[in-house]
């Protein structure tokens, strides 16, 4: 409706002033002002300070904020309509305004919008800062298209900070709004002029790569400026030639006013009186942190209060030959905040199923190896340059974070507040396709230089293992990015599943490994030199998450995993030594052996004096130089997640029955046969001590400080023997 009366009279005189002379026009100003306290109908017309966003929620129909029309005379005659001696003149309302009432449902959602949608008030300055990128990337295509399409200025996004005033601008010179698209896209909450203008740019062949850089969506994200903001104005003037300037005013309460403006340049202004609450958005610092973790990579020059901020690149999006290693080793620690050297680096884009565009870096160090804490995942994620969510969860899997960078998608399924992604097929594909790229791509660096991949193994190699455990949908992948040592080769020296299967005899079974904290334990190692002797390569593992990753893998390339100490390995030895005796037939053997009587008799006597520690001892088929060794036990690594499950409860872990297995040619043995019937008493303790030593042996003897006292009497005893 329009309002006329002593304002419009008021209103017209002071568009008349502003033709004469800054003396009359004083003059005239003063007896405007008299006018101005005429009473309260005159001042109905209340245009509240207003913020330009340039355009709706991403698009530039600004949405915008209801207006009380309570608050505020309906022209301030005095700054904003004086005639200023700058050759650029400030914009100025002309005319009447026409006051629009916002519809009840549409007041709530406003509501919504400023008070509940957006989980960080700071988004506010991402929202405006895209929906004036999407301005200037319409005046772009447009000026394709007709030559007359133009701002005269240059394209850039510029913020201004008045603190005293308690006023934010974010201002571009975009295509700005004619008074119907201010009606249709402030006034209305969201709906979205930008996804409009996408769905019209898609129908034509020639316009979809420039819907593609399109960021808003919803139709809210101009309403955002609420949540630090009690008013908004903005100042706009569209593109089109002999197009008219116009302001828009709302102060979220109920109603907007629209009134003509002159001194108004192409593009869009949208001024924020700032709330009492939201005063650290009048500080420059801070802004200029908020623009470069939401907004760095906007495709147009951002400025606040003159200085540039958006500086770096988006790499991502340029073709991956013409990056420079200087340009990956900053944009990588830009992202991920660290000062070493990206180790790797990958730019994969495609377009099929869906639209990625996306940088990837494996850092130098690992945090985590450092002491610090489980480290966040260190991808980003993207949709057309803006940023929807730092280091976010869901994208790749959790044994991936050590992954830095960025992941770009025009097809992400956001919520309203594009802060969170919507569950569903688009995020499960996103997420497959990425990390099967990023498995392909170490897989191709492992090729490219084994020994730098060691390196990279060295240092990362925990998180590969984890994966293995976790990702069951990639492990055979992953699995063929494991390194471990291998007795063939020198210490030090990595070698990955695949090259240890090329290597095995047509005749082995199995992939043969052996968990010890240190090769030289391995080496000499009772469980080892039976595999040794018989000329068998085995892995050795020396990390205490190995034995769960070889637990959880099982098999690879059709080939069992199996340890040297378990029962499955004393089986193939059985088996060993069997074909060897029936190809050599009997040898001499300057040892001597129990016979199978004296054998049966110690064994018998052994069990009864190991009591239930034991569930069998019997006189072992492998080959070995000790006197004993346990099998069938629980795994050193089994035994340290009990006690750590155990906690400080004083819980003693009892060890499961294990079996014992002898060797009766050994002398040591054999003294223990003959000693059991002389002295009895020491033959106990000499047994037990076997079976300590077997533990240790195994890993298992969880305080050997217990043996002490024994070892000592058997030590006094064959001192004083002799």
Not at 428 to 433: S, V
């Amino acid at each position: 409706m329009r309002q006329f009366s002593l304002c419009t009279a008021r209103t017209r005189m002071l568009a008349a002033v502003s033709a004469f002379p800054r003396v009359v026009a004083s003059r005239s100003i003063a007896a405007s002002s008299r006018l101005s306290s005429l009473g309260a109908s005159a001042r109905k017309v209340a245009t509240p300070k207003l913020i330009h966003t340039a355009g709706l929620a991403r698009c530039y129909s600004t949405e915008s904020k209801p207006d009380s029309g309570q608050k505020k005379a309906a022209v301030e005659p005095s700054e904003e309509n004086e005639t200023k001696p700058e050759s650029v003149q400030k914009e100025a309302t002309v005319g009447p305004s026409e006051k629009h009432e916002f519809k009840a449902e549409t007041k709530k959602l406003l509501h919504i919008v400023a008070h509940s949608l957006y989980s960080q008030r700071e988004v506010f300055v991402r929202e405006l800062v895209s929906n004036a990128s999407d301005a200037l990337e319409k005046l772009r295509h447009l000026q394709v298209t007709s030559h007359d399409a133009s701002s005269g200025a240059p394209m850039e996004i510029r913020i201004n900070v008045d603190a005293d005033k308690k006023t934010l601008e974010f201002s571009d010179s975009g295509i700005g709004m004619t008074e119907d698209e201010l009606k249709q896209n402030l006034g209305t909450i969201a709906r979205s002029g930008s996804k409009a203008y996408i769905e019209n740019m898609e129908n034509s062949a020639d316009s979809k790569d420039a819907a593609n850089t399109i960021v808003g969506q919803f139709g809210v994200g101009f309403y955002s400026a609420f949540m630090v903001g009690d008013d908004l104005t903005v100042y706009t003037r569209s593109a089109t030639p002999g197009s008219q300037g116009y302001c828009w005013k709302s102060d979220g309460l109920g109603s907007y006013t629209i009134s003509k403006a002159e001194n108004v340049p192409i593009g869009t202004k949208i001024v924020i009186g700032i709330r009492d609450d939201a005063k650290e958005f009048l500080d420059a610092d801070t802004l200029k942190g908020v623009i470069k973790k939401y907004s760095n990579f906007v495709g147009f020059p951002i400025s606040v209060n003159g200085e540039k901020v958006n500086t770096v690149e988006a790499l991502w999006t340029k073709d991956k030959n013409s990056i420079s290693e200087e340009e990956h080793e900053n944009f990588y620690r830009f992202v991920s905040h660290a000062w070493d050297k990206p180790m790797y680096q990958l730019v994969y884009k495609a377009d099929g199923p869906i639209s990625i565009r996306s940088i990837l870096y494996t850092p130098t160090n690992n945090p985590e190896g450092m002491g610090f804490d489980r480290i966040k995942p260190g991808v980003s994620l993207y949709s057309r340059k803006v940023l929807i969510m730092p280091n976010a969860k869901g994208i790749l899997p959790e044994w991936l974070r050590f992954v830095q960078g960025v992941v770009d998608s025009e097809d992400l399924p956001l919520n309203l507040s594009r802060e969170l992604l919507q569950n569903g097929p688009v995020i499960a594909r996103l997420k497959l396709i990425i990390t099967s790229r990023i498995i392909k791509w170490l897989q191709e660096e492992s090729r490219k230089d084994a020994d730098k991949f060691g390196k990279f193994f060295n240092t990362f190699g925990v998180y590969i293992k984890e994966g293995v455990c976790q990702d069951l949908q990639n492990q055979k992948e992953i699995a063929k990015l494991l390194r471990f040592e291998t007795s063939s080769n020198e210490a030090g020296k990595l070698i990955a599943l695949s090259e240890y299967v090329e290597r095995m005899p047509s005749d082995q079974k199995y992939i043969y490994y052996f968990c010890t904290p240190k090769r030289q334990l391995g080496e000499d190692s009772p469980y080892y030199e039976p595999f040794k002797k018989h000329g068998t390569e085995v892995l050795f593992l020396h990390h205490p998450l190995d034995e769960f990753v070889m637990g959880r893998l099982e098999q690879f390339e059709g080939k069992k995993l199996v340890s040297v100490d378990s029962e499955e390995a004393s089986k193939e030895l059985k088996r060993w030594s069997e074909e060897e005796m029936a190809e050599d037939g009997a040898k001499d053997d300057s040892s001597v052996a129990l016979t199978k009587e004296q054998s049966d008799e110690l064994t018998s006597w052994m069990l009864s004096t190991f009591g239930t520690k034991v569930k069998e001892v019997k006189v072992s088929d492998r080959y070995m130089t000790y006197p004993a060794i346990v099998t069938d036990f629980d795994s050193p690594a089994v035994r340290n997640m009990m006690k750590m499950m155990a906690g400080n409860s004083g819980t003693e872990i009892p060890q499961r029955p294990c079996v014992v297995e002898i060797n009766a040619k050994d002398p040591i043995v054999n003294g223990l046969y003959s000693l059991k019937s002389k002295d009895e008493g020491l033959a106990r303790k000499v047994s037990q001590q076997l079976l300590d030593n077997a533990y240790i042996a195994a890993g298992i003897l969880d305080d050997p400080r217990v043996m002490l006292k024994r070892l000592n009497d058997i030590i006094a005893a064959a001192v004083v023997k002799n």
